[in-house]
């Protein structure tokens, strides 16, 4: 079975700065997704960055980009220019590539993100 | 469209008591994943249904758990006893079988058990 870990419960930067969240995964797979969602207050989970195993290129979102090593199993996501409303829980999640497992996530335990003005 | 609809968004009940919640998935999707989330396990896949059918129910807690899909409109997340552990955020999700990769989430229900 896969399992992500994010070993930071929390994080804070200050605004217009950079951050770096980490995420570690393990699976026996090669071919797989991984994802980085935002959660805000709201509850809303809201997909953030994804990116393809087999891609050696890193995802790019505007000010969100991902650090993908695949033979460390690690995924760190980072805000660049941080605003205040990027202020919120980040899950990393795994999602296997295997036609079965349909769109199943797992999921990590989250980082609370603050952001100071 | 208004994307995954889940309801109530909030339910307060008493122990022992039989709770119900509903999700309309954005029209067109395959795929329907009951997940909850609590602070101490995190975002926890229940069940999920591909075209209505149970695919993979493994993650369903108890047998007072229970979810169905009539139709592909409409599912239902039933727990009958319900317990104070319960207490969680319930979030429906779904996914079109052409972009597999990607969830649409509802806004979830947040369930408290007294």
């Known amino acids: 079975a896969q399992t992500v870990t994010q070993s930071q419960p929390e994080m804070s930067v200050q605004e217009a700065e950079t951050v770096t969240l980490s995420c570690t995964y393990d699976?026996?797979?090669?071919?797989?997704?991984l994802f980085w969602y935002k959660q805000p207050p709201s509850r809303q989970m809201i997909l953030v960055i994804r990116?393809?195993?087999?891609?050696?290129q890193n995802a790019t979102e505007n000010r969100f980009s991902v650090n993908f090593q695949k033979a460390a199993k690690s995924f760190s996501l980072k805000i660049s220019d941080s605003q205040l409303g990027d202020a919120a829980m980040y899950f990393c999640?795994?999602?296997?590539?295997?036609?079965?497992?349909?769109?199943?996530?797992?999921f990590g335990e989250g980082t609370q993100l603050t952001v100071n003005p | 469209d208004a994307g995954v609809i889940q309801s109530p968004r909030h339910e307060v009940t008493e122990m022992g008591q039989e709770v119900t919640l509903r999700c309309k998935p954005i029209?067109?999707?395959?795929?329907l994943f009951w997940y909850r989330q609590t602070m101490m396990r995190g975002l926890e896949l229940l069940i999920y249904?591909?075209?209505?059918?149970?695919?993979?129910d493994s993650g369903m807690p108890e047998d007072r758990f229970s979810a169905k899909m009539p139709n592909a409109s409409f599912s239902t997340l039933k727990i009958q006893p319900s317990e104070p552990r319960d207490s969680a955020v319930y979030f429906c999700?779904?996914?079109?079988?052409?972009?597999?990769?990607?969830?649409?989430f509802g806004s979830g229900t947040q369930l408290s058990v007294l």
């Open positions: 999700a779904s996914s079109p079988v052409r972009i597999r990769v990607k969830l649409f």
């Open positions: 699976t026996s797979e090669s071919d797989y997704y």
């Open positions: 990116q393809e195993a087999y891609k050696q």
């Open positions: 999640a795994y999602r296997s590539a295997q036609e079965t497992s349909g769109s199943r996530l797992t």
């Open positions: 029209s067109g999707h395959d795929y």
């Open positions: 249904f591909n075209n209505n059918v149970p695919i993979d």
